[in-house]
């Protein structure tokens, strides 16, 4: 559920089924609660498709209707939880060559979202963002075409948008160089 109305609190519901995560052209698919970790192979100093490692509880939770009332999704449960060390991810947890994904609703009481990327490559990396912006009181979604801020090698990054989001995928993982700090 996303909040559509910051002061009435109205929630639209998004029915999916289970996500593949990495679509056959190499992109992420994440939704909004999900809190993913990835593996690449790096060829010639190339990042390579990334690889699908775990699911964990979400940082950000999707709240869901259960009997008329919104609860935290009670399949999350069944989730480890994300490793942690002295109050941060604990990326040592990870293969080599990871990064972490989490993406939900920013606050309980606000309709923002936020994207937070943790990584333990050696390069920093940057991606395009495809969000399927939701439409308060009506169905469907709009496309929205942005990049985002580069993950800086063995360091995590978030980003917020002061609107609720749908689904987005993630596509044109690569290297930039490490000084790179341009979030358009």
């Known amino acids: 559920m996303l909040s559509t109305d910051d002061k009435a609190h109205t929630y639209i519901g998004i029915p999916v089924s ?13 939704f909004p609660g999900e809190t993913l970790a990835f593996k690449f192979n790096i060829d010639n100093g190339t990042l390579g498709k990334p690889e699908f490692i775990m699911a964990f509880a979400p940082q950000m939770p999707a709240r869901v209707d259960i ?55 050696t390069r920093a990396i940057k991606f395009e963002d495809t969000m399927y912006v939701v439409h308060p009181g009506k169905s469907g979604y709009t496309e929205f075409h942005t990049s985002t801020c580069p993950v ?33």
């Open 67 to 121: 009997n008329g009332k919104l609860s935290d999704n009670p399949l999350d449960a069944n989730l480890p939880p994300l490793p942690t060390k002295d109050g941060n991810v604990d990326m040592s947890a990870l293969p080599a060559n990871s990064i972490i994904l989490s993406y939900g609703e920013a606050s309980e009481h606000k309709t923002g979202m936020m994207l937070s990327s943790d990584s333990t490559l």
């Open 18 to 30: 289970r996500s593949p995560y990495v679509l056959e052209d190499g992109a992420i698919l994440i």
């Open 152 to 184: 800086r090698a063995g360091r995590g990054v978030f980003e917020t948008w002061p609107h609720p989001i749908g689904p987005m995928i993630l596509t044109n993982l690569r290297f930039v160089p490490d000084k790179e700090t341009v979030c358009k």
